[in-house]
């Protein structure tokens, strides 16, 4: 099995920042992404960022170009998202999550989740 667990997430006001970690354990692949992704009362779940484990190589979704930032570190197989110029309309439960390439299946494996509130 694999456990991810999320941690960083907080109150803070507009145009302040945060940084999310999440550290993977258990089970290993061998070729995987590792995702952020966020979901606000009453609206869908809304893909924030990726990033593959091997390469580095790293997509944004729009929304969040240019204020949020997805890395790894591998030694401590911790996925992060820097968060900066954050917005009120960025308040939502974030999650992290692991897309194993090897299946057909997307993000099989997903964390518990950490709140974050954006104050104006």
């Known amino acids: 099995q694999v456990q991810l667990v999320e941690s960083g997430g907080g109150l803070v006001q507009a145009g302040g920042s945060l940084r999310l970690s999440c550290t993977s354990s258990?089970?290993?692949?061998?070729?995987?992404?590792m995702g952020w992704f966020r979901q606000a009362p009453g609206k869908e779940r809304e893909f924030v960022a990726t990033i593959n484990w091997s390469s580095g190589s790293t997509y944004h979704a729009d929304s969040v170009k240019g204020r949020f930032t997805i890395s790894r570190e591998l030694a401590k197989k911790t996925v992060y998202l820097q968060m900066n110029s954050l917005k009120p309309e960025d308040t939502a439960e974030y999650y992290c999550?692991?897309?194993?390439?090897?299946?057909?299946?997307?993000?099989?494996?997903w964390g518990q989740g950490t709140q974050v509130t954006v104050s104006s």
């Open positions: 258990g089970r290993t692949f061998n070729r995987y992404l």
């Open positions: 999550a692991l897309d194993d390439l090897s299946t057909d299946r997307d993000y099989e494996y």
